[in-house]
């Protein structure tokens, strides 16, 4: 009874975000994707440039292309501690910092390694954002909107690679790689200048001790509720929060269900495949038939680009509506199903004519339907579940952990893709991404919990009643 009275009383005090600072968490959250996106999708297009000026083997390619997940992966662990002890915003401004200059490393790199160096700035800025900017979301989000809050970073991120397949476009030429690098600074800026206005956590301020700040930013964020009551519902979730947590606690015994979950979503979602077809879109086109430039990047902008905005606004609609679990298993099963057809279609590239050029069609269709499974679950989904399922003890840094892993699977699968490709071919290297869709499947059946409209207090007694 005690515990039903206190899950009543902290939603009772959790109250809706006025829209001015709704609003502003939203456009925080929506920046940091964008950024994020917009470095994910630009360097399909110019990729073709680079190769052209330094005369690249494909190794290196993978290299220039790779090595920004590679920085992602160390960005994401420093951005758990700097937003641990210096705040959530101090981190995504430091994250805004870190992109600004990557990107005018990259811009005018004279050679490969200096290019190289500016890669692993811009993805240590994305690492960092994208501990970040989720977190402060989750924090910030009344239960109920949480999965809309989160999941609009997601949406941030598909809006970012559109935008840079279209730049790719306008750019297309020897030298437009440089500007097509070079304006990642702008999301950068515009990130900056969104932070500096925007409120602190109170969790985390609570968390520090700054109890007068904590009650300050609850008055402005929740001017209807009882601020005393939803401070000491916060506080209490903070119990055993009073020191920073350290690494060894964040693998503790009691921590391993959810570490377990987390740290698997943020595998899956790479092992899909989903960096490797974002990053070498173009290519991928090439190989199933589509022999311009100009007909792989039109098939690169609408149906990996456009596809990916459009199918991530099912989940914003249905995530706290479905719930994660279904979004997930459906997902897959479509994810699944068109990496199996795009397999079989590669295999008919061998036949004649007329039947690549039907198979060219019909991998067409099947990333389409590849895209829309993934921007309405494994996307979103993923990193909803992974800023809410951690308890506020060791949060921050679990964060960062499954953050970093999922940056560590990225690397490794947009590294060898093109070597996989030429080891064991096309068909057998996308049937592989279906084999690890299926088993994630019956892993998310059996693992994953429902966190649907649940407080973050309560899903921390999830934890618990599994035990």
């Known amino acids: 009874m005690a515990q039903t009275t206190s899950d009543a009383s902290a939603r009772a005090v959790d109250g809706r975000l006025p829209v001015v600072w709704m609003l502003s ?4 959250v929506i920046l940091a994707g964008g950024l994020f996106g917009y470095d994910q999708g630009v ?9 052209k000026q330094f005369t690249l083997s494909s190794l290196v390619l993978e290299i220039v292309t790779s090595w920004v997940t590679l920085g992602a992966l160390f960005g994401s662990l420093a951005g758990g501690w700097v937003a641990d002890r210096l705040g959530r915003k101090k981190a995504l401004l430091f994250a805004a910092a870190l992109f600004i200059a990557g ?23 994305v690492g960092v954002a994208a501990v970040a900017a989720p977190l402060y979301a989750a924090e910030l989000a009344p239960a109920e909107q949480r999965g809309r809050f989160i999941s609009s970073y997601q949406l941030a991120i598909t809006i970012g690679i559109f935008l840079a397949y279209f730049v790719d476009e306008a750019l297309a030429g020897p030298s437009g790689w440089r500007m097509m690098l070079g304006l990642s600074a702008v999301p950068g800026l515009l990130l900056l200048f969104a932070v500096l206005p925007a409120a602190e956590s109170p969790r985390w301020l609570l968390k520090m001790g700054r109890r007068d700040e904590a009650r300050a930013t609850l008055r402005k964020l929740r001017p209807g509720v009882d601020v005393d009551v939803r401070m000491k519902s916060i506080e209490a979730s903070l119990a055993a929060d009073r020191q920073s947590a350290s690494w060894s606690e964040v693998f503790a015994p009691k921590w391993r269900k959810p570490l377990a979950v987390g740290l698997g979503l943020a595998v899956l979602q790479q092992l899909s495949g989903i960096n490797a077809i974002i990053y070498y879109s173009d290519k991928i086109f090439e190989a199933a038939g589509f022999t311009t430039p100009a007909a792989q990047t039109d098939a690169t902008t609408w149906a990996i680009g456009g596809v990916n905005v459009l199918a991530t606004f099912i989940a914003i609609a249905f995530i706290d509506r479905v719930g994660r679990r279904p979004l997930l298993l459906a997902g897959l099963v479509g994810m699944a199903l068109s990496l199996t057809a795009v397999g079989f279609a590669f295999l008919q590239l061998r036949a004649p004519t007329g039947a690549a050029t039907t198979a060219g069609y019909v991998t067409l269709a099947a990333l389409v339907v590849f895209i829309v499974s993934f921007a309405f679950s494994l996307g979103p989904v993923t990193w909803t579940v992974i800023n809410e399922i951690y308890p506020g003890e060791v949060r921050g840094r679990a964060v960062a952990v499954a953050t970093a892993v ?3 699977a990225a690397f490794v699968v947009s590294e060898f893709f093109l070597t ?14 279906a084999a690890f869709c299926l088993i994630g499947l019956a892993w998310v059946f059996l693992r994953v919990p429902e966190t649907r409209g649940l407080s973050l207090e309560e899903i921390e007694r999830i934890w618990d009643r599994k035990g």
């Open 103 to 125: 990107a005018a490393v990259e811009a005018f790199a004279p050679t490969v390694a200096i290019l190289v160096v500016g890669r692993l700035v811009v993805g240590f800025g």
């Open 420 to 433: 996989l490709v030429k080891r064991i071919g096309d068909t057998l290297t996308f049937w592989l991404f």
């Open 406 to 408: 999922n940056w560590g």
């Open 43 to 51: 360097i399909s297009g110019a990729l073709l440039g680079i190769q």
């Open 25 to 28: 968490v939203i456009l925080v």
